[in-house]
């Protein structure tokens, strides 16, 4: 009688830790579900994301979730539970909570961010193959490469091309012209210079040597007018008609591998570019050349490790003054270039996103729009940045039937998903009205 009491309380044992387990695994089956739910909701669109964003971080900090989906095995414990239980098996009572024992806090693991997530969506999109260009594309350039996957661009075979049917002489015609013209400028920028007339420039300046950082390093004055660096940055500073009317300071400032109008002044050549990037003193001074022209122009420099710019309190008169003199947009060039090449390419992109938004979004600087969208952009070397910019100025162009700078295949995809958003954005919309 004792064996068979025995027995059936070994019975009861058994099922009661089984109704335990069951209980347990089901009360964390809903929540798993619950979380995948709100998961899916979350990878859905970025409006909802930002919508339920404060929920989320709600439900996660009551839940405990991760984030983490089920999988095989059953339902995920929280990140407590689960160390607690993993110590548990490795013989650690003090980390269970027995004997007094302190458990070390977790380090908090940063919130990924939408935007960025986005681009990097964005990045993976423009790389895979429905991204790629065939030289049949009614807007296909061949000097713009852009669109090609390969780390290292190749110089286009301009004369070989099968160039496609030209539309009629309309606007698009006129635009797409001017934009292939300067597209083999900025292509011979990005490629650091086609070999036969780089040698050709080297030697005219062979008989000076690192003119361009002596000029920096404060050794040597500009020519011909013969002022030195630290007179640029603390003279000039502020006096915009100097600024405005002489015109052989510019290719002192931002020198370039390639000539100016100043012939007296001197080209890079690879062993300068070399030395000035190890420099720090010429890179600081490059850095003050650069806010002394960003002030000329109604920019202020926001941020100098990411290179973000804004609007500067006097950006109503510089802007006037940029309107009505258009050669600074060459100067605008040759800044962007000469960033790129003496060590600040981080530095291309935000300042091309800034003249985008105040050309296409705010509808200031009109004369400024084509140099924007045929050089500025183009100058920028990192190609991921390049496409983020020339797709912000897709979606903000008006007449995007004029719009030349994109091959009309990319295009058509930008507008699909354009439009597959904003009906997103209108059901997200309804569901809150109702909820």
């Known amino acids: 009688m004792k064996v068979k009491r025995s027995s059936t309380s070994a019975t009861r044992r058994g099922s009661g830790c089984s109704r335990r387990r ?27 994301r930002r919508l339920f964003a404060p929920m989320t971080r709600y439900l996660r900090s009551l839940t405990g979730w991760t984030g983490e989906r089920s999988g095989e095995d059953g339902p995920q414990l929280p990140d407590q539970q689960a160390d607690l239980l993993e110590a548990g098996r490795q013989g650690r009572p003090e980390e269970c ?13 940063p919130e990924e961010d939408p935007e960025q997530e986005e681009e990097e969506q964005e990045d993976e999109e423009c790389d895979s193959e429905q991204y790629r260009v065939d030289n049949t594309d009614e807007l296909y350039c061949g000097y713009d490469s852009t669109w090609e996957t390969e780390q290292t661009e190749e110089s286009p075979a301009a004369s070989s091309q099968i160039r496609p049917q030209r539309w009629n002489q309309d606007m698009s015609s006129y635009k797409f012209n001017r934009f292939e013209n300067a597209a083999r400028d900025m ?13 050709r420039w080297n030697q005219n300046i062979a008989f000076d040597y690192n003119p361009n950082l002596e000029f920096y390093l404060g050794n040597k004055p500009s020519l011909p007018d013969g002022i030195y660096i630290h007179d640029f940055h603390n003279e000039w500073f502020g006096n915009y008609t100097n600024l405005e009317y002489v015109h052989t300071f510019i ?9 100016g109008m100043n012939q007296e002044a001197s080209i890079l050549t690879r062993e300068e570019i070399e030395a000035f990037l190890r420099n720090d003193t010429a890179r600081a001074n490059l850095l003050k050349s650069y806010e002394l022209m960003l002030d000329f122009y109604g920019i202020e420099l926001c941020d100098k490790k990411t290179g973000k710019v804004s609007r500067a309190s006097n950006w109503k008169d510089r802007f006037c003054n940029l309107n009505n003199h258009t050669h ?10 000469c960033l ?16 985008l938004k105040e050309t296409l979004v705010n509808g200031e600087l009109p004369d400024v729009k084509d140099s924007v969208l045929n050089y500025f952009v183009f100058a920028v070397l990192d190609k991921k940045q390049r496409r983020r ?5 897709y ?20 507008s699909a998903q354009s439009a597959s958003k904003s009906q997103e954005g209108v059901e997200g919309e309804n569901d809150v009205k109702m909820l």
């Not at 002192?252 to 591998?257: A, E, G, T």
Request: glycine share 6%; net charge positive; with cysteine.
């Open 340 to 355: 790129g090449t003496l060590g600040f390419p981080h530095y291309q992109a935000p300042l091309v996103h800034f003249f």
């Open 251 to 259: 290719q002192w400032l931002f020198p370039l591998r390639e000539p």
């Open 389 to 393: 910019l020339i797709k912000f100025a």
């Open 328 to 337: 600074n947009n060459l100067r605008i060039t040759r800044i962007l270039k």
């Open 395 to 414: 979606l903000k162009y008006d007449r995007k039937d004029e719009f030349v700078w994109c091959p009309r295949k990319i295009q058509m995809m930008w």
């Open 187 to 199: 292509h011979n920028y990005r490629h650091d210079y086609p070999s036969q007339i780089r040698q």
């Open 97 to 109: 909570g027995g004997s007094g024992g302190q458990r070390e806090a977790k380090p908090r693991v």
């Open 22 to 48: 069951s209980r347990v695994t089901m009360s964390w089956l809903p929540r798993d579900r619950l979380c995948s739910a709100v998961a899916w909701l979350l990878r859905r669109t970025l409006f909802i």
